[in-house]
Every structure is written in structure tokens, then in C-alpha cells.
């Protein structure tokens, strides 16, 4: 298996949308929180509870994976600028280890957020 590389000024330029990314998907994430809050205080049917309870619970999820994302971005940018701050000389033509990991970590979390956002969205439709 071959190790992909690419340059710093990319890997901080990735780090820094999949920030922008995930501070998103909080604020919608806390918009949705809202909206179910008006279901509940509307309704008292089990079955309308019971699957906004499950959406919050996927909401409760989706934020911890969202820290998860962050802080490996944050460990991440650390050791790059620790790297930089050490090595000034021809930085911007240096190759750095890629990061596959994390980069399937944001993409599962793009789609299945989607996924959320599309069921949540739905599910209000159907309730409000």
C-alpha cells in the first residue's frame, strides 16, 4: 500500500473546511434541537415521541462524533505547526503524510448527517 502525500498549506486548507463543516452541522444540529422542543411541548402521542426521542438520541450522537472530528483536527494542526515552527526552510515545497483516516471520518459524518438532517426534516413536516 502506498502513502499518499500532500503539501502543508493543503492539509491546513482541508483542516480548516472541515472545521467550518462541522461548526455547521453543530448550529443545525442545535436548530433541530429547537424544533423538537416545540413537538414535545405540542404533542403527547407515544409514537410521535418515541421517534423524536431516537432523533435526539442520533442528535446526541452525531455531536460527540463531530468533538471526535475536531479534536483529531486540532492534535493534527498541532504537529503540523510544530513541524513548521522547527523546519521553516522550503516548508510550501515539503510533502506531508496524508490523512485517510480522518478524511473517511468527515465523509462518513457528511453522509450521515445528511441522512439526519433529511429524516429530521421529514419527521417536522410530518408533526408541525
Known sequence: MSTEHIYLKDLHAEHKEWTNEMSLYKEELASFENRLGEVVS???????LATLEHLQNSMIRHK??????????????????????????????????????????????RKLFTELKEETLAYLAKVL
Open 42 to 48: 405540542r404533542n403527547t402521542n407515544t409514537e410521535v
Open 64 to 109: 460527540e462524533v463531530i468533538d471526535e472530528i475536531n479534536h483529531h483536527i486540532g492534535v493534527h494542526e498541532q504537529k503540523l505547526a510544530k513541524y513548521a515552527e522547527e523546519n521553516q526552510t522550503a516548508i510550501d515545497r515539503k510533502y506531508f503524510e496524508d490523512h485517510p483516516g480522518l478524511r473517511d471520518k468527515v465523509e462518513t459524518e
